[in-house]
């Protein structure tokens, strides 16, 4: 039988577990909870519940649980905020890959085989791993991001070949303190997109981190500031990047460098044309895997003089991370 202490640490507990739901509730717009004991079970009824084309800010809390889904934030879903109660156990995953084939016989391709697409401008998320469990079986997307003003936060993206899709031609995007890793070509795509404290981890079995595609004429690509490039992978086994188009542009700047980075640093992936258009940089590089003398003689090592035009405001073109923008201004 429970002693009156007992009963009563029993009911404080109990109310205390009431406050929190109430208090997340109130702080948030919708909870996602695979129990039933949110809003909704599934992300994804979450993100249709979203009024389309909102001005204001849509705040969604995921409780703990591994949610397999296939998610799509259409166009018509902004200003979304997605809010993970533990990155390590706020967890949205799922499975396709490249070569899989689709009801038709059809193989899905790499777009297909994306877990989570991010159409809507505006969107934002903190403290959630998305994931690609697919494993090492070729192309296998965890989020393509086409949406404009996109900004993760203390997130893990995990994966192996083609884990993280900055797509949009015009996208910008923003990564603060996060986590992503991969083994060919993890971080590709097109968009202008900025990595700051970040841990790059390179797995066994692969040797390219960056692919860009940048637009011709676009003045930024792929810039990581104070990053760690880090990894379980051999020495000397990973470049740093090589060009999907001609001229993608990747600018790795105050970062550490693991042993795993070789010495050339970049590839020009046998298109020695690409070497006259790319722009692949590097400043104040550090670690085992920051051997400037070494790199291949079509990179470059930014000047201060050139080291002033990499900050956010500029990259960015006036958007600020984490502050609302006014559409109208642009």
């Given amino acids: 039988m429970l002693t009156s202490a007992r009963y009563t640490a029993l009911l404080t507990l109990l109310f205390?577990?009431?406050?929190?739901?109430?208090?997340?509730?109130?702080?948030?717009?919708?909870?996602?909870?695979?129990?039933?004991?949110?809003?909704?079970?599934?992300?994804?009824?979450?993100?249709?519940?979203?009024?389309?084309?909102?001005?204001?800010?849509?705040?969604?809390?995921?409780?703990?649980?591994?949610?397999?889904?296939?998610?799509?934030?259409?166009?018509?879903?902004?200003?979304?905020?997605?809010?993970?109660?533990?990155?390590?156990?706020?967890?949205?995953?799922?499975?396709?890959?490249?070569?899989?084939?689709?009801?038709?016989?059809?193989?899905?391709?790499?777009?297909?085989?994306?877990?989570?697409?991010?159409?809507?401008?505006?969107?934002?998320?903190?403290?959630?791993?998305?994931?690609?469990?697919?494993?090492?079986?070729?192309?296998?997307?965890?989020?393509?991001?086409?949406?404009?003003?996109?900004?993760?936060?203390?997130?893990?993206?995990?994966?192996?070949?083609?884990?993280?899709?900055?797509?949009?031609?015009?996208?910008r995007q923003y990564y603060k303190n996060c986590y992503i890793e991969g083994t060919t070509d993890f971080i590709f795509g097109w968009s202008t997109a900025v990595f700051e404290n970040c841990e790059i981890f390179s797995k066994k079995g692969g040797s390219y981190v960056t692919a860009a595609s940048t637009l011709e004429g676009a003045p930024y690509g792929f810039v990581f500031l104070n990053c760690r490039l880090t990894g379980d992978a051999p020495k000397d086994s990973y470049y740093l990047g090589r060009p999907w188009r001609p001229h993608a542009k990747t600018v790795f700047i105050n970062s550490y460098l693991g042993p795993h980075i070789k010495p050339e640093g970049w590839h020009n992936w046998n298109k020695p044309e690409a070497e006259q258009t790319t722009f692949y940089a590097e400043y104040k590089s550090k670690g085992p895997g920051a051997k400037a003398g070494k790199r291949v003689k079509w990179s470059h090592q930014l000047s201060k003089k050139q080291l002033a035009d990499y900050t956010l405001e500029k990259i960015f073109d006036g958007w600020i991370p984490g502050e609302k923008f006014d559409t109208a201004s642009k």
């Fill in 16 to 171: 205390c577990l009431f406050l929190v739901q109430v208090q997340a509730q109130k702080q948030y717009d919708f909870v996602v909870a695979k129990d039933g004991s949110g809003d909704f079970k599934t992300v994804q009824e979450a993100l249709h519940a979203v009024p389309d084309f909102r001005k204001n800010t849509t705040t969604i809390y995921i409780k703990n649980g591994v949610y397999k889904e296939k998610l799509v934030l259409p166009t018509s879903k902004t200003m979304v905020k997605l809010v993970g109660e533990n990155v390590q156990h706020t967890i949205l995953t799922y499975d396709d890959y490249a070569s899989k084939k689709n009801r038709f016989g059809e193989e899905m391709g790499t777009t297909g085989s994306t877990s989570f697409f991010v159409f809507g401008d505006d969107f934002s998320a903190e403290n959630i791993t998305f994931e690609n469990s697919a494993g090492p079986v070729g192309q296998a997307v965890a989020v393509r991001i086409d949406g404009d003003r996109v900004m993760f936060t203390n997130c893990r993206f995990l994966g192996n070949q083609d884990t993280l899709y900055p797509h949009g031609e015009k996208s």
